[in-house]
């Protein structure tokens, strides 16, 4: 089949790749957002889909809306038979549904509609889910509402990562892609419509979610490293300095101190006073630095974390 595919971060890439791996159907067009800036110097990076489109020769678009006839009239010019849509960023119109010959088919990570959204992935893992796992649908106008046409379950184990539950995801979604692909072209689909009343939103990341709030239990404050691993990473500052928060474990002792104290520091871990909990920290990174645990952060500054210092959700508080 000739297929459009349209999306943005590398759980997007991944799809696309395995479908130009696999070369079962031709993708004669890619539409991903525009580059965005990022890093310390803030210059314009391409998305990972339009590096692996770029790399394929594969017609690359970045519309800032697909509402514009002109808009409208490139997309029917590529002929699709299908638009495969994973974590694109645009909301599409009922004209772009209606375009490809079997329309629109999404690929979202979440079992819906369980976190319809932006953030499947994160929202999962912060709300302390056991269950996840990916659904494939055939997109209608509404924010993932669209009836369900495959889905398949995976487990979130309790030291689950925003990184390890996305290699997870994918891993089932591109064979349930090509399962898809293939049910269109036999026509043997059976839809399945969503309860909308089961539904709720995986609302996107907000930066400021990632400044750890030590008045938050250490098992919700855990949850949050993990789910942002990779999206930005949790801080919190300490003499002045943003600390990143790599790794740690929650546990239920408590003493009756201020939150954000430091309880106890060995070779090895700090622990740091939360609401009604603790948490063990193993593994910080530090200004201009890379990743390292405790152990190695103690050899070097071995005054850097001292008892009854208190971590700040602020440096204006240093």
């Not at 890093?39 to 391409?46: E, I, M, P, V, W």
């Not at 998305?47 to 409208?72: C, D, F, G, Y």
């Not at 990473?233 to 300490?238: A, R």
């Not at 520091?265 to 622990?271: E, G, P, R, V, Y």
């Amino acid at each position: 089949m000739r297929i459009i595919f349209a999306g943005t971060p590398q759980f997007s890439a991944d799809h696309l790749q395995a479908l130009l791996d696999k070369a079962e159907h031709q993708v004669v067009a890619v539409y991903t957002q525009p580059d965005r800036r990022s890093g310390r110097g803030k210059k314009h990076h391409a998305s990972p889909v339009k590096q692996i489109a770029e790399h394929a020769n594969i017609p690359v678009l970045q519309p800032q809306t697909l509402k514009t006839e002109e808009a409208l009239q490139t997309l029917a010019e590529f002929n699709a038979d299908v638009m495969v849509v994973a974590a694109y960023g645009l909301l599409l119109p009922q004209a772009v549904l209606d375009t490809p010959k079997f329309g629109c088919i999404n690929i979202h990570a979440s079992l819906l509609p369980r976190w319809r959204g932006a953030a499947p992935i994160e929202r999962a893992i912060i709300a302390g889910d056991k269950i996840t796992g990916i659904t494939i649908m055939q997109m209608a106008i509404g924010l993932d509402t669209g009836d369900m046409l495959f889905k398949l379950n995976c487990d979130i184990n309790t030291d689950e990562t925003g990184d390890s539950l996305r290699d997870k995801i994918t891993a089932l979604g591109v064979p349930l892609l090509f399962k898809t692909l293939s049910a269109i072209e036999a026509n043997q689909l059976a839809p399945e419509k969503q309860n909308d009343a089961d539904s709720n939103y995986a609302v996107k990341i907000d930066k400021k979610e990632a400044l750890i709030n030590w008045h938050e239990s250490a098992e919700i404050i855990d949850r949050k490293i993990r789910a942002f691993t990779s999206a930005m990473g949790c801080h919190t500052f300490l003499n002045g300095q943003r600390i990143r928060i790599i790794k740690t474990t929650p546990l239920s002792s408590s003493k009756k101190v201020n939150a954000g104290t430091i309880l106890t520091t060995n070779k090895k871990t700090i622990t740091v006073q939360c609401h009604n909990s603790c948490l063990e920290i193993s593994i910080v990174q530090m200004p201009g630095a890379k990743a390292m645990d405790i152990a190695a952060l103690v050899n070097g500054r071995p005054d850097f974390f001292n008892v009854g210092d208190c971590f700040s959700s602020s440096i204006d508080n240093e």
